[in-house]
């Protein structure tokens, strides 16, 4: 079956833009988180989403936003745009209640943003 | 959550065991002790979790001393493919999919 799909998988935008950043997971997963990376601050937590409500938030400011629909599908924004702002953005799925499994999850490929 | 130690960087042969140990000397009684890897350019992949017995799958397994404090992963036969970053990370039952990943160890595996 598919894996988690993320869309674009590049990403060059200039400070002040926003951005929105989409994610796939396999089908039948409702649980979808998100995660920055940086050379600096290596692999860090956004969000988790369960069944289109935000479960779990990380340290990042309000710039930082996302969602999830019905069909699981969730999307992450980035407003405003600041030069830090470029990393590698995971989205990661998993099948259950993240509160009840112990199981590990899926990893896109990530989005690669670039801001100039 | 509880906080892990990794060495930094590591060289295997191929075709040998690749042993990486991680210290969670913190760790309590109902963290779970998981493996992922990140091959560059790459999402992180699951390998291996498990509580307080050992754990084998097709991938790896993982050892963990009976105090908990430690563990290792062990890739049997290492391949080039297999070279990546490698973290270990120990998380609570109950808390969602919020991992700490760390810095990780960089296994190099040389032909």
């Known amino acids: 079956k598919a894996g988690v799909t993320q869309t674009p998988r590049y990403l060059i935008k200039t400070r002040g833009q926003q951005v929105t950043l989409s994610c796939s997971p396999i089908s039948g997963h409702r649980s979808v988180s998100w995660y920055q990376q940086t050379p600096g601050q290596g692999l860090q937590f956004l969000f988790e989403?369960?069944?289109?409500?935000?479960?779990n938030k990380g340290n990042f400011p309000g710039r930082f936003s996302g969602r999830q629909f019905s069909n699981s599908r969730s999307e992450m924004n980035v407003s405003t745009l600041e030069l830090g702002d470029s990393a590698l953005y995971l989205c990661a799925s998993s099948l259950t209640n993240p509160g009840l499994t112990n199981y590990g999850y899926t990893f896109g490929s990530g989005t690669r943003l670039t801001v100039v | 959550d509880a906080k892990t130690t990794q060495p930094p960087s590591m060289d295997c042969a191929e075709g040998r065991a690749a042993n990486l140990p991680c210290n969670h000397s913190?760790?309590?009684?109902?963290?779970?002790v998981y493996w992922y890897r990140q091959i560059h350019s790459q999402g992180p992949q699951y390998i291996i979790h498990g509580l307080k017995n050992n754990e084998t799958n097709e991938m790896a397994s993982l050892i963990i001393t009976e105090d908990r404090k430690s563990s290792t992963l062990i890739l049997p036969h290492a391949t080039l493919r297999d070279t990546a970053v490698y973290y270990c990370i120990v998380r609570p039952r109950g808390t969602g999919n919020q991992f700490y990943f760390g810095t990780g160890t960089s296994l190099t595996v040389i032909p």
């Open positions: 989403y369960f069944s289109e409500t935000q479960r």
């Open positions: 913190t760790i309590s009684g109902n963290e779970y």
